[in-house]
Nanobody, 122 residues
Framework: QVQLVESGGGLVQAGGSLKLSCSASIRHFSAYAMGWFRQVPGEDREFVAGISRGGGSTMYGDSVKGRFTVSRDSSNNTVHLQMDDLKAEDTAVYYC???????????????WGRGTQVTVFS
């Protein structure tokens, strides 16, 4: 059984930083690409960032490039999302996902966490 649990969300002022973590209870963690998505009510789930199985390749959504950094720690089965220079438009529920490859399509990811709320105020 695969379980992904996000943490680290909260309330932050614009320009500030937050670091999200996703703890994965998953056999063979290194066999999975890991990703982050976000969603606001009434909108589609948006790709934020992804990291390949070995961690050697990353991908970012256009809206977060240069501000967010994804990383993974295979010793702890954890993936992180460092978010800097946060903007009000980053406000959303952030979801962790696991799958075969990094892709921007949410339908192609196999497992999902329940999400953590990030709220950025001006």
């Amino acid at each position: 059984q695969v379980q992904l649990v996000e943490s680290g969300g909260g309330l932050v002022q614009a320009g500030g930083s937050l670091k999200l973590s996703c703890s994965a209870s998953i056999r063979h963690f290194s066999a999975y690409a890991m990703g982050w998505f976000r969603q606001v009510p009434g909108e589609d789930r948006e790709f934020v960032a992804g990291i390949s199985r070995g961690g050697g390749s990353t991908m970012y959504g256009d809206s977060v490039k240069g501000r967010f950094t994804v990383s993974r720690d295979s010793s702890n089965n954890t993936v992180h999302l460092q978010m800097d220079d946060l903007k009000a438009e980053d406000t959303a529920v952030y979801y962790c996902a696991a799958g075969g490859v990094v892709t921007m399509s949410p339908r192609r990811w196999n497992y999902w966490g329940r999400g953590t709320q990030v709220t950025v105020f001006s």
